[in-house]
């Protein structure tokens, strides 16, 4: 079955930049969406399709995918983004939605 | 705009069945498909299954033998049956709407509109 890979933890510095990552076996054939998700909410969708930000979703937002990862990056890191980020796909091989293990983001 | 309100049971004992329900209002009910994802305490989002509005389902095959999940048109809902719970189940259980759609890339789905979430404990 297809599986994502996630870092537990990614730090940044306040204003800087964020990087959070999300590999798979050839997951640049895929489309990747991100989720937000902050304690006791349910998620939010930040990212659809490898690169593109739902209405409300800020610029600093962004999407790439390529080969063996995708990178969810946040620029201008601000305090509110602190917050667990979850990519996801959908497998056509076992028809099902597959979640990487989540990421959890420290603004510094 | 699209709100989904799902409720159920929240306590069970080991071995019942857990039973949610979700509510859709607003948008359109047919052309998505309608998931339940669930989150263990402190842990990450596992997606159980999804069904369309003409019943078609695709569960995830690890909880395949224990879930239903059906759909009412009618009423715009759609639940969730989990039969044989054991402690393992305790998890939120949120209701999504699954956009599918098909690109060079072949098949996806995203989820841009999530129910509040329920949390479901079992325990004796």
Redesign the interface.
Known sequence: ?YELTQPLSVSVALGQTARITCGGNNIG???V?W?QQKPGQ????VI??DSNR?SGIPERFSGSNSGNTATLTISRAQAGDEADY?C???D?S?????????TKLTVL | QVQLQQWGAGLLKPSETLSLTCAVYGGSFSGYYW?W?RQPPGK????IG?INHSGST????SLKSRVTISVDTSKNQFSLKLSSVTAADTAVY?CAR???YY?S????????H????TLVTVSS
């Open positions: 079955s054939s895929k489309n969406h989720y349910a998620p939010v969708l659809y399709r739902p979850y996801q796909v959908w056509s076992t028809a099902r939605v597959v979640f990487g293990g989540g | 998931s994802i990450g989002l596992e997606w999804e695709n569960y995830n095959p949120y699954g956009h599918r690109d890339s072949g098949y996806s789905e995203y989820f841009q999530w129910g509040q979430g």
